[in-house]
């Protein structure tokens, strides 16, 4: 059933949540990144209803949310307790990361404990674990007392939901969704994701808010990227980021990404596209009219010079692009440097997987 009439902080409404999942049923809810389609992480049949309802291949690992300890803001915390029926080895660099950075967008990889389930972890001797930040998150997570699995609360591929609407959209007629409302997401992309299971390195699985050069500078702790100095991750049967495919985040409109001054290089590709293209401008820089040609009709669409003020309106901006009905939507290339990282990976896979499903390459 769904929460939509009622006040999104009600704590009845959070309690029938939490009776929800403790029943195995999915529940959607807001986090600091995106919406997560929430799942009790003990409960096998519950997880596969998870992968069942995105169309999500089974051997796509989910991330445990768990809640902070209960007195979060004061600077003595112990994770561990909180960590340990999760994990085998807490090292000290985790620790460290745990304590700078949670509750907040940063997931960790550890070596999995035993007890956790292989239906969540896609068969992987490892977990991903992560506080978010939501204050209606953490609510969730205390009164449930236990770990949720949650991915993005959207379709395997699609764009990630960044508001209740959009979940309710996203599975609009094909479930009997319970759905928490927390407002507008405001990170807007996925979290960081760091595996630290290989014991000696933290190497980045996921760019997001959190950067490499933010987390060495609040804990002293280098970050490698994936494929520098390991070679594992390639040929490995189960992808250890589903996010590492390269289609994915794909509004149904085609997007392309063009360089400084190209758009018409963009537009090379769609000779027949004549009108109705959307073309993002950053907000910096005056409108493209030199820019354009004469035969083809430009709709010029704002879009933020800050890399995080950007990052919290993509999905947005993707999902009503995708709504207007445009042939075609051209996104300006983002800048070099980390902090457009989290939004290049993004936009990249966005236009790979973009078009209609039968025209684009998701399954090449
Ligand atoms: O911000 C987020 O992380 C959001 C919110 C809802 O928390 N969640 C999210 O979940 O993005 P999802 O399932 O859409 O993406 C999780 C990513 C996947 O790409 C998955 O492959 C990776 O985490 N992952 C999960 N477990 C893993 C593991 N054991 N090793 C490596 N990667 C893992
Ligand atoms: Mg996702």
Known sequence: MSSDSRPPQSSAVINEAVQTLHHGGLVAFPTETVYGLGADAKNPEAIKKIFTTKGRPSNHPL???????????????????????????????????????????????????????????????????????????????????????????????????????????????????????GGDCEVGIESTILDLSSGDKAILLRPGIITPREIEAKTGIKVFQLGENRDEGNGEKSPRVSGSMRAHYAPTTPLRLYSPGRVLDALSEFPDIKSRVAVGVWDSECSLSSDGHPSVQFDEVELPSDSTTFASRLYRSLRDLDQQGWDLILFPEPPEGEEWDGVRDRLQRACFGSGPSSSNHANS
Do not use: C, Y
């Not at 967008?105 to 292989?118: A, E, R």
């Open 63 to 181: 991330i445990v949310h768990l809640a902070a300890p209960d007195k979060f803001d004061e600077v003595k915390v112990d994770w561990v307790p909180i960590l340990a029926p999760w994990v085998r080895d807490l090292s000290e660099d985790a620790l460290s990361l745990v304590n700078t950075f949670w509750p907040g967008p940063l997931t960790l990889v550890f070596k999995k404990d035993k007890s956790v389930l292989n239906e969540l972890t896609g068969g992987q001797d490892t977990v991903a674990i992560r506080a978010p930040a939501h204050p209606l998150a953490q609510e969730l997570l205390r009164k449930f007392k236990g770990g949720v699995v949650a991915p993005s609360a959207n379709r395997f591929g699609k764009v990630s939901p960044t508001s209740a609407a959009d979940v309710r959209h996203e599975f609009e007629g094909a479930l009997d969704l319970m759905i928490l409302d």
